[in-house]
């Protein structure tokens, strides 16, 4: 390797046992293709990725890494909710290692002026880095310590293929993840894309997108599951509509899921063409089932669409998801009931209750601070996970104090779908149930486990696996020694 060419260490921080997924960070195999174009050698270290590969053997912490691999730059992709892991990163490097670190990730679309108290990030990247990459590892490009670089959104057509042979352990990979475009032009009150995608729409080549999905499965056979992630996939009806009939002639024999559906875009041709290309699943943003507080939303949809497309769904045989938001504007106790009512009547397969989030620069933002107490967003995560771990919401209302927020999110969690089927979970479940007075919900939720086989199997199932998973890591950390 010349001197002019670096090595590049991406790291994508992670929470134990609260952010395990089955994807790899696209934005890194996106700026690993244009180093490794350029000459330069690169390494994605995707933490949340490695979380939910079962091989031990593999499984080695940022440290390891930077002895191993020696990077003379290391990026990280900050997210809001991973703060406390990002700064507790920053201070372990500063101990082991001294190199330029580059920092980016949506987390600045909202906190543009952050880690500035850190004297040993040299970059932070604001907006989409394929622009400026390069020009950082050029020599000389630090006018001070950390430089901020507003970085333009990126022209679709120079948007690159994801090189997934830069990550690390992507012998595990079975997902590929793919954007066919960037932006949302929608202007939902809770939302923060525009900030970090914009509200243009920059749409890619479909024939291009196929080429690099065929490209991908080719090169790693062990994917099996394609992954849409666009901030808006269904912007253009007949656009998505095209790729789907494509995708069932030329990528056979895979299971396709598509992230951000909006109900009103969904009807039978679609969900026809959906099936045929290997979909798996829909998953609806319904955000509340009361009248009013969905009105506040701005959706530009109706709760009336998103029953008739969960209906839909049901009869195309298709999982059928749902998102919802506690606590928007005008939210109260009793009208959360609403969305548990509507979530029920809709029978979906699985819910994400979220607990709002009043990111700056959105409308929810500004209900928040006249309305209510927002406290600091850095580090909250939106959803309680199959643990019965979830962390105290961020704001809060007169109509609707945190202890009834607490009480709605598990309520919702309990009496609409399985997410918290955990054996371990359940003894804190039921002290959570007796300390907000909600067993009438647990119970619910008990009969409603033992009245099916398949989820009662589930259920000792996940014992079986994290009885094991224990036992494993005790018997690996043994013959390591």
Known sequence: MSKTNKRVLFINPTKKRRTETDRVHLGFCLLGSILSDAGHETRVLDLSFLQHVTDAAIIKDAQWHVQDFRPDVIGISVFSFLHRETVVLLRELETIWNGTVLLGGPHFAVFPEDFREFPNVDYVVRGEAENVILDI??????????TYIDAKPTNPDRIPRADLSVVYGNQHMTVFQIQLSRGCNYQCSFCSVHRVAGRQIRSRRIEECLEEIIAARSEFPAISNIVITDDCPGYDSLRLKQFLRLMAQSCQGVRLYIDNMRADIVDEELLELYVAAGGENICLGAESGHPEVFKKVHKGESLEKIRA???????????????????????TPERHYHSVRFARSLEPDYCYWNMVVPWPGTAVYKWYEENGTVEDQRNFT????????????????????????????????????????????????????????????????????????????????????????????????????
């Open 137 to 146: 590892l050029q020599p000389n490009t630090l006018t001070s310590n950390p």
């Open 309 to 331: 497309a969960a209906g839909l769904v049901k009869k195309h045989n298709l999982l059928l998801g749902l998102c919802f938001i506690i606590g928007l504007p005008g939210d």
């Open 382 to 481: 939106t959803l309680v996970n199959d643990r019965a771990q979830f962390d105290s919401p961020i704001c809060d209302s007169r109509e609707f104090p945190k202890r009834e927020l607490i009480r709605a999110w598990l309520i919702a969690n309990m009496e609409t779908h399985d997410l918290l089927v955990n054996p371990i979970a359940l003894p804190k479940i039921m002290y959570l149930s007796i300390k907000y007075r909600i067993l009438g919900s647990f119970l619910a939720y008990c009969i409603r486990l033992l009245r099916s086989p398949s989820k009662f199997m589930a259920f000792i199932n996940r014992g079986i696996q994290i009885r094991w998973g224990k036992i494993r890591s005790i018997l690996q950390g043994v013959s390591n020694k």
